[in-house]
């Protein structure tokens, strides 16, 4: 192929022209009514990095126990969307523990997003650790890029730090679009503000070039760090499996890693303890030049999906999807 139908082959995985099943939480009326009010709206956002950065680290947990207990009461979809998705994990249960289910996963999820916002908006230091970095690419691997390749599971952004700590290069994170605009804006100036100068921070759809953006990086030896578990609406995506159910995910990861003649190594940031974190770091899955394109790309994607299901089995209460998967 082309080096311009590659690009093009990268741009429809981020916005092409099959559609992909979207993983983000199922809005309607409510949202209409509320607007910047709602869950998805720009009020929240400000009004939770307002709050970690005035409260004393202490009074942080007390509140996220006060506002996870709020939500979970009125979510009513989101509730039956967490609990559906980790029956694929962790089986049928009862009433009872269906509710311990939702309302740990949302108490992660409060952690996690607080979390994100101290990183961001505060000075307070936090504790990284990392499992597998003999997978690392070393020697001559070095000098080709990286798609570190994570999920929807922990603390991704966090894990998007890991290269810093280990080598030297620019790294490209591609961060998914918020629903509301304003929101979007906020996020966006927030890590435009507070990420370092060896970051370059990119949303999914604000660049219809970002495809070649991002190749032309991957070039030059640097890293991109992206999600490769859930489809846009619009993305082209690949059959594949999560957790032992059909699941199409987007083709973007695989297709840039092919593209750029580089591995795709599954990275992901489980939350610890209190802003501790354990990155762990799979073993890469380097494309095969020797194989068709469309099936390298489906071996690729699937072999993702199972470090997919591995991460979400093993902290599966750090699962963040908040739309049913298979309802």
Same mark, same amino acid.
């Given at each position: 192929?082309?080096?311009?139908?590659?690009?093009?082959?990268?741009?429809?995985?981020?916005?092409?022209?099959?559609?992909?099943?979207?993983?983000?939480?199922?809005?309607?009326?409510?949202?209409?009514?509320?607007?910047?009010?709602?869950?998805?709206?720009?009020?929240?956002?400000?009004?939770?990095?307002?709050?970690?950065?005035?409260?004393?680290?202490?009074?942080?947990?007390?509140?996220?126990?006060?506002?996870?207990?709020?939500?979970?009461?009125?979510?009513?979809?989101?509730?039956?969307?967490?609990?559906?998705?980790?029956?694929?994990?962790?089986?049928?249960?009862?009433?009872?523990?269906?509710?311990?289910?939702?309302?740990?996963?949302?108490?992660?999820?409060?952690?996690?997003?607080?979390?994100?916002?101290?990183?961001?908006?505060?000075?307070?230091?936090?504790?990284?650790?990392?499992?597998?970095?003999?997978?690392?690419?070393?020697?001559?691997?070095?000098?080709?890029?990286?798609?570190?390749?994570?999920?929807?599971?922990?603390?991704?952004?966090?894990?998007?730090?890991?290269?810093?700590?280990?080598?030297?290069?620019?790294?490209?994170?591609?961060? =998914? /679009? @918020?629903? !509301?605009? $304003?929101?979007?804006?906020?996020?966006? *100036?927030?890590?435009?503000?507070?990420?370092?100068? %060896?970051?370059?921070?990119?949303?999914?759809?604000?660049?219809?070039?970002?495809?070649?953006?991002?190749?032309?990086?991957?070039?030059?030896?640097?890293?991109?760090?992206?999600?490769?578990?859930?489809?846009?609406?619009?993305?082209?995506?690949?059959?594949?499996?999560?957790?032992?159910?059909?699941?199409?995910?987007?083709?973007?990861?695989?297709?840039?890693?092919?593209?750029?003649?580089?591995?795709?190594?599954?990275?992901?940031?489980?939350?610890?303890?209190?802003?501790?974190?354990?990155?762990?770091?799979?073993?890469?899955?380097?494309?095969?030049?020797?194989? =068709? /394109? @469309?099936? !390298?790309? $489906?071996?690729?994607?699937?072999?993702? *999906?199972?470090?997919?299901?591995?991460?979400?089995? %093993?902290?599966?209460?750090?699962?963040?999807?908040?739309?049913?998967?298979?309802?």
């Amino acid at each position: 192929m082309s080096p311009t139908g590659t690009i093009e082959q990268i741009q429809e995985g981020a916005h092409g022209v099959d559609a992909g099943a979207s993983q983000a939480p199922e809005v309607g009326l409510a949202r209409r009514l509320l607007g910047r009010y709602h869950v998805t709206g720009a009020f929240w956002f400000r009004f939770h990095q307002w709050g970690v950065r005035i409260l004393p680290s202490w009074a942080v947990g007390p509140v996220i126990l006060l506002f996870t207990t709020f939500f979970f009461l009125c979510l009513r979809r989101i509730r039956r969307a967490i609990a559906d998705n980790l029956e694929a994990v962790l089986g049928p249960c009862s009433w009872a523990a269906r509710q311990r289910r939702i309302w740990r996963t949302m108490w992660n999820h409060a952690w996690c997003n607080s979390e994100r916002y101290e990183r961001l908006s505060t000075d307070r230091s936090f504790t990284v650790e990392a499992d597998g970095l003999e997978s690392w690419p070393e020697g001559e691997e070095m000098d080709r890029g990286l798609v570190l390749v994570t999920a929807h599971v922990g603390a991704w952004d966090v894990g998007s730090y890991l290269p810093r700590a280990t080598e030297r290069r620019h790294v490209h994170v591609v961060r =998914e /679009q @918020e629903m !509301d605009e $304003e929101a979007q804006e906020f996020i966006e *100036a927030l890590y435009r503000e507070r990420t370092a100068d %060896h970051f370059t921070t990119h949303f999914s759809r604000d660049n219809p070039a970002l495809g070649a953006v991002l190749l032309s990086a991957l070039r030059r030896g640097e890293i991109v760090g992206l999600q490769g578990d859930r489809a846009a609406t619009t993305g082209r995506t690949v059959p594949a499996e999560i957790l032992g159910y059909p699941l199409r995910l987007p083709a973007g990861p695989a297709a840039l890693a092919r593209a750029g003649g580089c591995p795709a190594v599954p990275v992901f940031c489980f939350r610890e303890g209190r802003r501790r974190y354990r990155i762990s770091i799979r073993p890469p899955i380097v494309p095969n030049p020797d194989v =068709e /394109q @469309e099936g !390298d790309l $489906e071996r690729i994607t699937n072999a993702l *999906a199972a470090e997919i299901s591995w991460a979400i089995r %093993h902290r599966p209460h750090q699962w963040f999807c908040f739309r049913a998967l298979w309802a």
